[in-house]
């Protein structure tokens, strides 16, 4: 049973940073796709950033120029640093993967738990 465990949420000022970590736990599994998703209190969840297997990356808009993401695949884990912080990043952000089970071909998607980003002075 994979299992995606999120860190890094928390209370930023607005233009600080913050750095969110999502590792996958379990056996018999490889990643393909690694992303970051938020949902706004009202709104719907929105993709933030997608990292493929091949490190291909692409953001959103609203994510461009300030947002990084990056996978590291020895420890199954990837990380979004967020700077220039906003109000409207405001949100709980969620992991998600694609994870792929020992001996087939299709993904099945995973989601973190979610963590709080509040951007608020």
Do not use: H
């Not at 947002?67 to 590291?72: A, G």
């Amino acid at each position: 049973q994979v299992q995606l465990v999120e860190s890094g949420g928390g209370l930023v000022q607005p233009g600080g940073s913050l750095r969110l970590s999502c590792a996958a736990s379990g056996s018999d599994f490889s990643i393909n796709y690694m992303g970051w998703y938020r949902q706004a209190p009202g709104k719907q969840r929105e993709l933030v950033a997608l990292i493929t297997a091949r490190g291909i990356t692409n953001y959103a808009d609203s994510a461009k120029g300030r947002f990084t993401i990056s996978r590291d695949n020895a420890k199954n884990t990837v990380t979004l640093q967020m700077s220039s912080l906003k109000p409207e990043d405001t949100a709980v952000y969620y992991c998600n993967f694609g994870i792929i089970a020992s001996g087939r071909r299709s993904n099945s998607d995973y989601w973190g738990q979610g963590t709080q980003v509040t951007v608020s002075s």
